[in-house]
């Protein structure tokens, strides 16, 4: 089954009782049993929904896993799957993170004995020096937030075996229709699904999928014992968006083109991260792994007074905190998504304040490329 075949009739997409083309909101909390533990399926909707049930079988047909699971929030998905590791053990990030991944490993998860080290992980040879005895998985996004670096997942793969760690990765920004972690050597893909799965900016969710029978059962595990699941609403909702994901990231990224070209002959944009630029660091190996190159883009205007005034000028971009929507959004990374992470940090990673970064839409290209040209002014 090919990609959009997939999306529209992967997993389970109907009611067989009924005949629905829909799943049902299964709106229940229990179940009746036919006797003490002699149940048709679900005993209780934390451990498992009949709604919840379908977009988790979408979700591994998606990555070409051996199961899904869905969550209440992106950072719900990402705490469970850190919960898989132990106190005293040690993990590797990528250092361009989302700040609410850096917050969650720096002022939540290091106070429970989790030991973490941020690098570059573009460049192997940063990963390999980085590996301690005590080292158990590798957490890498690709490309970054915000500044759209590009991770060789083949490379990290290869690493992630020699040293028998779990090889995690953050495909929130490639989606599922352009990049494929677990067929690249992940064990375990993971989304905010609030971005681009649900793709409407009406539902906070996080996905996971995983490569074995073994991390599937220590997944529902945690994910029943922790308990911050999907409800069936928000499920549907996913479900519905998924039906269009590729319709909508073919749209998007057709526009991203045409507003690269066009900041990139900006004489106010000093510069323009993109992985399809083909003077981007990482643009090969994004071409080689990934089958696009996506709706985000990040361009420095040289200060955070312009960058503001750009903010406040725009007319068809959101200014808010997200990303993957229909509509276009507009944020100041430095200021918002990335404001829990240190300024001396920012300023190492490169996170300037006049970084501006933009989640493109399916608005038509010129009337963005309007937007962007009145708001940068004269």
């Known amino acids: 089954m090919r990609s959009k075949t997939k999306m529209v009739h992967g997993g389970i997409t109907r009611d067989e009782q009924t005949g629905a083309v829909s799943v049902p909101i299964y709106q229940v909390s229990t179940y009746k049993q036919d006797g003490v533990g002699d149940f048709r399926g679900y005993e209780y909707s934390r451990t498992g929904n009949p709604t919840r049930h379908a977009l988790e079988t979408v979700i591994a047909d998606l990555e070409n896993g051996k199961h899904g699971f869905a969550f209440g929030s992106g950072m719900a998905a990402i705490t469970t799957v850190m919960m898989l590791l132990h106190a005293g053990e040690h993990v590797i990030l990528t250092d361009d993170v989302y700040g609410g991944s850096y917050r969650l490993m720096t002022k939540v998860l290091n106070r429970f004995e989790l030991n973490h080290t941020f690098v570059d992980t573009s460049k192997p040879a940063n990963v390999e020096d980085a590996i301690q005895s005590n080292t158990k998985a590798l957490f890498i996004e690709t490309p970054t937030n915000p500044l759209l670096k590009i991770t060789d997942l083949n490379k990290m793969a290869e690493i992630a075996k020699k040293h028998n760690l779990l090889l995690i990765v953050d495909n929130t920004f490639a989606t599922s229709y352009w990049q494929q972690p677990l067929d690249l050597g992940a064990d375990i ?55 269009t994901l590729a319709l909508r990231m073919e749209a998007i990224e057709a526009n991203s083109k045409k507003l690269v070209e066009y900041l990139l002959s900006h004489p106010k944009v000093s510069s ?21 190159f996506g709706g985000m883009i990040s ?66 290209a010129e009337d963005l490329i309007e937007d962007l040209e009145q708001a940068l002014g004269d």
Not at 201 to 220: N, P
């Open 272 to 292: 323009v991260y993109y992985p399809g630029i083909e003077t981007h660091p990482g643009h090969q190996i994004a071409k080689s792994q990934s089958n696009g």
């Open 299 to 364: 361009f420095d205007v040289g200060s955070e007074d312009l960058a503001e005034d750009v903010l406040k000028r725009v007319k068809y971009f959101t200014l808010a905190e997200s990303l993957g929507a229909v509509e276009s959004l507009i944020s100041l990374p430095a200021k918002m998504t990335h404001a829990s992470i240190p300024a001396e940090r920012r300023a190492e990673l490169g996170i300037t304040d006049g970084l501006i970064r933009i989640s493109v839409g399916i608005e038509d």
């Open 189 to 243: 893909v993971l989304h905010s699904a609030t971005k681009y799965i649900g793709g409407h900016s009406d539902v906070v969710a996080g996905v996971v999928a995983v490569k074995t029978k073994e991390l599937a059962e220590k997944i529902h595990f945690l994910q029943n014992s922790v308990g911050a699941v999907l409800g069936p609403q928000d499920s549907w909702l996913l479900m519905r968006g998924i039906k």
